[in-house]
């Protein structure tokens, strides 16, 4: 083994003091550290926090979730109910055309459906319509139980839609399940 020589007084102090700022960075260092560290939580300001949210969510969830688009053409019959809307597949039947949400499915030609669309009561482009919507209501109970399928359906149609129209639209409705229907009407103003 080789021997290593021994240090001059001066080499031995320059090392001491070497050794000596080392430790020092060290314990600064530690000290930052512990002082950047949370040693307990401000539960006061995490409650006000929690307070808001809840707030925020209640009121969100008091509110009517059902979106009924206004159309022009659609003056719906008027009703004493007090019954308020659901969140459903919602079906609007103008003088003009049939859509599903906001989406037009089937043109009406002088008020009533085209042969072509339809297939004895069925309604060709409503029937397609109606199993996309279905299919993805019935998606999301699989995924979310707190969200069931209820078979529910809205209907917004103007008051002087002939009653075979609101039949062919309602058989079509049934045969993509959803049996359960609702129509929406305007509230009239109590006196």
Do not use: C, W
Not at 10 to 28: S, V
Not at 34 to 54: C, F, G, Q, R, Y
């Amino acid at each position: 083994m080789a021997e290593t020589a021994p240090l001059s007084a001066e080499e031995a102090e320059q090392l001491a003091r070497m050794r000596y700022r080392r430790a020092l960075t060290r314990k600064k260092r530690k000290e930052r550290e512990a002082a950047s560290e949370v040693k307990e939580l401000n539960i006061t300001a995490m409650m006000d926090m929690m307070t808001i949210i809840l707030v925020f969510l209640l009121k969100s969830f008091a509110s009517s979730s059902a979106a009924i688009t206004a159309s022009e053409d659609v003056r719906p019959p008027v009703s004493s109910t007090r019954a308020t809307p659901k969140d459903t597949v919602a079906i609007t039947i103008t003088p003009k055309n049939i859509l599903v949400g906001d989406k037009e499915v089937v043109r009406l030609k002088d008020g009533r459906i085209p042969e072509s669309q339809l297939q004895g009561r069925l309604v060709a482009g409503l029937d397609a319509q109606l199993k996309k919507e279905v299919q993805k209501l019935k998606y999301i109970e699989e995924r979310n139980p707190a969200a069931p399928f209820t078979h529910e359906l809205s209907v917004i149609a103007d008051k002087m839609v002939p009653y075979d129209l609101l039949l062919t639209v309602l058989y079509t409705a049934g045969e993509n399940e959803l049996q359960n229907y609702r129509f929406i009407v305007l509230q009239r103003d109590s006196e």
